[in-house]
C-alpha cells in the first residue's frame, strides 16, 4: 500500500517537473546580414578646383551594391558598389557628356566606377575602409576615412536600416584621366553618403 502511494505520488509531481524545464534557448541572430543600397539616399559627390576660380561638384546618382553588415563586430562588414557613369550629374549638360567623353572617364569603354572593400578597421570614433576602387579601366587601393551614422530600425519604411558616411582625398591622374592637369586640379575631394536596408 505504501508503494503504490509513492508512485502516485511520484506520477502527480511529474507535471510540475515539466514545468520547471528551462525554455530552450532561442537561436542566435545572424552575425553577417546583408544590407542592400538604397540608390534614393546614397549618393557620392566629388568636388574640385576649376583655374582657382570656382570649385564646381558633381554627384554620382546611381548607386548599386549592397553591404555584408556585421552589427557586433563592424570590422567584419564588407561593402561592394558599382556606380554607373550615366549616372553623374553636373547640372550642367555639356559638362555632363564632356566629363564622360573620351577627354575624361570615357564612360563608352568604361560604363562603371567600382569599389570593394578589402579591410575595415576602427579608428577612434571613426572608421578606416581600405578597398579595391576602379576608375577608367585602372584599380588602385585606397582608404575611405568613415563614420557609423546610425544603424536601427527605419521608422518610415519599418526595416532594419544601416547609414554611412565617408570622405576621400584621390588624385584623378592616377586613374589616367588627366585633363587640364593642373589649371583644373588634380585633387579631387569625395563624400559619400550611404544608406541600406536589411535584404528580403
Known amino acids: 500500500m505504501k508503494r503504490l502511494a509513492l508512485s502516485l505520488l511520484l506520477l502527480a509531481s511529474l507535471p510540475a517537473f515539466a ?11 545572424a552575425a553577417v546580414q546583408k544590407y542592400d543600397i538604397d540608390n ?6 566629388f568636388t ?5 576660380f570656382s570649385k564646381p561638384s558633381a554627384r554620382l546618382e546611381k548607386i548599386n551594391g549592397s553591404l555584408m553588415l556585421d552589427k557586433n563586430d563592424i570590422t567584419k562588414s564588407s561593402v561592394n558598389v558599382t556606380m554607373p557613369l550615366d549616372g553623374l550629374h553636373t547640372g550642367v549638360e555639356k559638362l555632363d ?6 577627354d575624361m572617364f ?3 569603354k568604361y560604363p562603371d566606377i567600382t569599389f570593394k572593400s578589402t579591410k575595415i578597421e576602427k579608428a577612434g570614433a571613426g572608421l578606416k575602409i581600405t578597398g579595391d576602387l576602379s576608375v577608367h579601366g585602372v584599380t588602385k587601393s585606397i582608404v ?9 530600425d527605419n521608422p518610415m519604411l519599418k526595416v532594419p536600416s544601416a547609414g554611412f ?7 584623378r591622374s592616377d586613374f589616367g584621366v588627366t585633363y587640364a592637369v ?5 585633387e579631387i575631394t569625395v563624400h559619400i553618403t550611404l544608406d541600406s536596408h536589411l535584404a528580403k
Not at 557628356?97 to 573620351?102: E, G, N, V, W, Y
Open 165 to 171: 558616411d565617408a570622405d576621400v582625398v584621390l588624385k
Open 182 to 186: 593642373p589649371a583644373v586640379s588634380d
Open 19 to 29: 514545468q520547471d524545464k528551462p525554455a530552450a534557448a532561442a537561436a542566435p541572430a
Open 106 to 108: 570615357e564612360a563608352a
Open 40 to 45: 534614393s539616399h546614397t549618393f557620392v559627390t
Open 144 to 152: 575611405l576615412n568613415g563614420k557609423v551614422n546610425k544603424i536601427g
Open 97 to 102: 557628356a564632356h566629363m564622360k567623353s573620351a
Open 48 to 52: 574640385w578646383d576649376h583655374i582657382g
